[in-house]
T-cell receptor
Framework: SQTIHQWPATLVQPVGSPLSLECTVE??????LYWYRQAAGRGLQLLFY??????ISSEVPQNLSASRPQDRQFILSSKKLLLSDSGFYLC???????????FGQGTRLTVV | KQEVTQIPAALSVPEGENLVLNCSFT??????LQWFRQDPGKGLTSLLL?????REQTSGRLNASLDKSSGRSTLYIAASQPGDSATYLC???????????FGKGTKLSVKP
């Protein structure tokens, strides 16, 4: 069966520090991968999605970037965090050709 | 631009009650609609996926319906239990947008 792993679960980082959140999927090949952010009182916002290695689409201009160095690995990064980057970050995957999405357990990021 | 609205934002019911959660969307040109459950501080768990050609899907005590022409979906929960307490999110997939558009969720509390 397919599983998705996302880490760390919680993270407290100072303003201006770098960020790296990692997500991996097991049990499937060539998945579509997504990074979402969930802010308090707001819906989930799609940040990036990828349909293959090295293929990244950005939905919202921001202080973040994403990379997909391997088929089932998706990384969310920032060179310098802002206070406004605080939030709950969720990684998700869907099978190639499918639109049914499955989510990881999320990372709570607090920028101080 | 697709917008998804969930009403009510919060709902509190006594254990054993049957209840209905509502989801509406502005653009009826969707591929599918997915209902999720989110426990506090956790990721999203997929509950039901309804393809645009389907009218309803059932899983245990859950039944989701879709009226694409009117832009509405309902999630029916039978014989509610305290363990059903969570936030329920609906999301629609519109092919032209390439990603899931989420509502802000309904926070359900089932009192023993």
């Amino acid at each position: 069966s397919q599983t998705i792993h996302q880490w760390p679960a919680t993270l407290v980082q100072p303003v201006g520090s770098p960020l790296s959140l990692e997500c991996t999927v097991e049990g499937t090949s060539n998945p579509n991968l997504y990074w979402y952010r969930q802010a308090a009182g707001r819906g989930l916002q799609l940040l990036f999605y990828s349909v293959g290695i090295g293929q990244i689409s950005s939905e919202v201009p921001q202080n973040l970037s994403a990379s997909r160095p391997q088929d089932r690995q998706f990384i969310l990064s920032s060179k310098k965090l802002l206070l406004s980057d605080s939030g709950f970050y969720l990684c998700a995957w869907s099978a190639s050709g499918s639109t049914e999405a499955f989510f990881g357990q999320g990372t709570r990021l607090t920028v101080v | 631009k697709q917008e998804v609205t969930q009403i009510p934002a919060a709902l509190s019911v006594p254990e054993g009650e049957n209840l209905v959660l509502n989801c509406s969307f502005t653009d009826s040109a969707i591929y599918n609609l997915q209902w999720f459950r989110q426990d506090p501080g956790k990721g999203l768990t997929s509950l039901l996926l309804i393809q645009s050609s389907q009218r309803e899907q059932t899983s245990g005590r859950l039944n989701a319906s879709l009226d694409k022409s009117s832009g509405r979906s309902t999630l029916y929960i039978a014989a509610s239990q305290p363990g059903d307490s969570a936030t329920y999110l609906c999301a629609v997939y519109g092919g032209s947008q390439g990603n899931l558009i989420f509502g802000k969720g309904t926070k359900l509390s089932v009192k023993p």
